[in-house]
């Protein structure tokens, strides 16, 4: 009986050993009709099992966060086109209004030359364009009981440049309001220019 039980706890002792060094040798790999394929133990199936799907939700993970750059990447290229329009129609108002102020300083420095010259301006219909009669060489006079005015040359052309600096130094202009001595249905039409225009140092006086 004693040689029985000895026996017996030999037996399993060694079924135990063997059964432990065969789980320790897992995973095997070997040759199955004619295929190499790899043995695992069911819990090393079930830990490779795991480990994938913690992968593939990583990855998914990741491919989300991947997409959620790039929309955002392409919204910043549209928001960086749009503010680059922007930019572009600034600068195009920018260059126009520069342009419109040129041409604006153009027209004052030229309407008030002309008027200091005393100029007739008039409208050529031929060619739509706006010209000026220089009058230096001229002197105005009227009638104030017929309301007649008249030019009076008081000198040749040779002698415009003398005048134009006389016109200038002595800085003479109708009174205000010389029309109102006219009796009213014989009133030469005084227009004002509707904006004021100031002598500044970019206008050239002789």
Same mark, same amino acid.
């Given at each position: 009986m004693?040689k029985?039980?000895?026996?017996l706890?030999t037996?399993?002792?060694i079924?135990?050993?063997t ?5 320790n040798?897992?995973?095997?790999q070997?040759v199955l009709?004619g ?7 069911f819990?090393?199936?079930s830990?490779?099992d795991?480990?994938?799907?913690n992968?593939?939700a990583?990855?998914?993970? #990741?491919?989300? /966060?991947? %997409?959620k750059?790039k +929309? %955002?990447?392409?919204s &910043?290229? /549209?928001?960086s086109i749009?503010?680059q329009?922007i930019i ?6 920018n260059?126009a209004? =520069?342009?419109v102020?040129?041409?604006l300083y153009?027209?004052k /420095?030229?309407?008030?030359?002309s008027?200091?010259d005393?100029?007739? &301006?008039y409208?050529?219909?031929q060619?739509?364009?706006v010209?000026?009669?220089?009058l230096t060489?001229y002197?105005w006079?009227s009638? #104030?009981?017929?309301? +007649?005015?008249?030019l009076?040359?008081?000198?040749t052309?040779?002698d415009?440049?003398a005048f134009r600096?006389?016109? #200038?130094?002595?800085? %003479?202009?109708p /009174?205000? =309001?010389? %029309?109102q ?15 004021e225009i ?6 050239i006086?002789p």
């Amino acid at each position: 009986m004693t040689k029985t039980l000895l026996l017996l706890f030999t037996f399993i002792l060694i079924s135990t050993t063997t059964f432990s060094q065969v789980q320790n040798n897992y995973p095997i790999q070997t040759v199955l009709k004619g295929d190499s394929v790899v043995i695992y133990t069911f819990q090393q199936s079930s830990d490779i099992d795991l480990m994938l799907a913690n992968q593939r939700a990583l990855s998914s993970r #990741y491919r989300s /966060d991947i %997409e959620k750059l790039k +929309n %955002e990447i392409d919204s &910043l290229k /549209d928001l960086s086109i749009q503010k680059q329009q922007i930019i572009d129609s600034i600068s195009k108002v920018n260059y126009a209004c =520069d342009s419109v102020k040129g041409e604006l300083y153009a027209v004052k /420095d030229w309407l008030l030359k002309s008027s200091m010259d005393n100029s007739l &301006l008039y409208f050529s219909w031929q060619d739509t364009t706006v010209r000026s009669i220089d009058l230096t060489v001229y002197a105005w006079t009227s009638n #104030y009981q017929n309301g +007649n005015l008249r030019l009076i040359r008081r000198g040749t052309n040779a002698d415009y440049e003398a005048f134009r600096v006389l016109n #200038y130094n002595r800085r %003479e202009s109708p /009174d205000l =309001d010389w %029309e109102q001595k006219y009796w009213e249905e014989d009133r030469p039409k005084v227009k004002k220019f509707p904006f004021e225009i100031k002598i500044n140092e970019h206008t050239i006086i002789p």
